[in-house]
């Protein structure tokens, strides 16, 4: 949450604050992640929220980073709008395994 509204082109830096903590949390030995998600709340309180679940779920800060743009360009915000919270997450954690990441066909 900010102290104070800000427009869309304004948050490039704080999503990758948010992008570099969040990946800086993960365990890499831990549950893999399959869903991103992003989320911003508007000065009046309207909630604009996309998630993405990728075939294969994202190994580096660059495959989050990617999917969090292509996120917020499918967002398609009004210019005017002015953001008192923006936020990045992962969901439906998933054990590692050792079993492959495709299954066999036959």
């Known amino acids: ?3 104070d509204d800000r427009p869309i082109e304004d948050l ?3 999503f ?3 992008i570099e903590k969040l ?3 993960l365990d890499p030995q831990g549950r893999q992640p399959q869903t ?3 989320k911003l709340k508007t000065h009046d309180f309207r909630n604009f929220t996309r998630s993405h679940t ?3 779920p994202p190994n580096a800060i660059e495959d989050l980073r990617a999917a969090i743009e292509t996120l917020l360009r499918h967002l398609d915000l009004p210019g005017e709008n002015r953001y008192r919270l923006a936020g990045v997450g992962l969901s439906n954690f998933r054990d590692r395994s050792n079993e492959p990441e ?3 066909l036959f």
């Open 1 to 3: 949450t900010f102290q």
């Open 12 to 14: 490039g830096s704080v």
């Open 16 to 18: 990758e604050h948010l």
């Open 23 to 25: 990946w800086g949390q």
């Open 36 to 38: 991103i998600f992003i």
């Open 54 to 56: 990728p075939a294969m």
């Open 102 to 104: 495709q299954p066999e």
